[in-house]
């Protein structure tokens, strides 16, 4: 029983686990701005491809430019 006792004790005094966690739930975090930052330069830069696609072709030599 005081083993069982003096374990519980080191369990509930020992901190590695909790900065685990910490540390998991920030790098969660970091991943999820990191994707949503990729995402989002992505979006702008088929945005920004498709205007200089629409504005080729609209260009009098520019009929034969395929996008």
Same mark, same amino acid.
């Given at each position: 029983?005081n083993?069982?006792?003096?374990? %519980?004790r *080191?369990?509930?005094?020992?901190? @590695?686990? !909790?900065?685990?966690v910490?540390?998991?739930i920030?790098i969660?975090?970091?991943?999820?701005?990191?994707? %949503?930052? $990729?995402?989002? $330069?992505?979006?702008?830069v088929?945005? *920004?491809? !498709?205007?200089?696609c629409t504005?080729?072709?609209a260009?009098p @030599?520019?009929a034969?430019?395929t996008c």
């Open positions: 029983m083993k069982l006792m003096t374990m %519980t *080191q369990f509930r005094d020992d901190e @590695n686990g !909790a900065a685990m910490e540390y998991s920030l969660g975090i970091i991943a999820v701005a990191a994707i %949503t930052a $990729i995402v989002g $330069i992505g979006a702008y088929t945005h *920004q491809f !498709a205007t200089l504005t080729l072709k260009h @030599n520019g034969t430019i």
